[in-house]
């Protein structure tokens, strides 16, 4: 049984800096691109990155290109979104997901498994 289990969301100031953790088991992580999401109240679920499994490229967003970073460590199985120079605007519900696949997608439709997400709340 897949599960992805999410961690490491919280309250922060704008400005700052937050790292949220993504556990995978029941699979074999470094076979399955890994993506981020979210969803803040009254909207839809959005892209945020992805990494694909083995090489590790990555894709984001316009919104976060150049203040977050995607990672993996397929020894841990585990995925990393390293969130800096945060904004109101970035406080959401985050998800992560994965696909059996290999192209960076960023239609969550597209994505197979979902972790339950983690609250990121950015306010002073």
């Known amino acids: 049984q897949v599960q992805l289990v999410e961690s490491g969301g919280g309250l922060v100031q704008p400005g700052g800096s937050l790292r949220l953790s993504c556990a995978a088991s029941?699979?074999?992580?470094?076979?399955?691109?890994s993506g981020w999401f979210r969803q803040a109240p009254g909207k839809e679920r959005e892209f945020v990155a992805a990494?694909?499994?083995?090489?590790?490229?990555?894709y984001y967003s316009d919104s976060v290109k150049g203040r977050f970073i995607i990672s993996r460590d397929n020894a841990k199985n585990t995925v990393y979104l390293q969130m800096n120079s945060l904004k109101p605007e970035d406080t959401a519900v985050y998800y992560c997901?994965?696909?059996?696949?290999?192209?960076?997608?960023?239609?969550?439709?597209?994505?197979?498994?979902w972790g339950q997400g983690t609250q990121v709340t950015v306010s002073s």
């Open positions: 997901a994965a696909q059996s696949g290999y192209r960076l997608l960023v239609n969550p439709s597209s994505y197979n498994y």
């Open positions: 029941g699979m074999i992580f470094s076979m399955y691109v």
């Open positions: 990494i694909t499994g083995s090489i590790g490229t990555t």
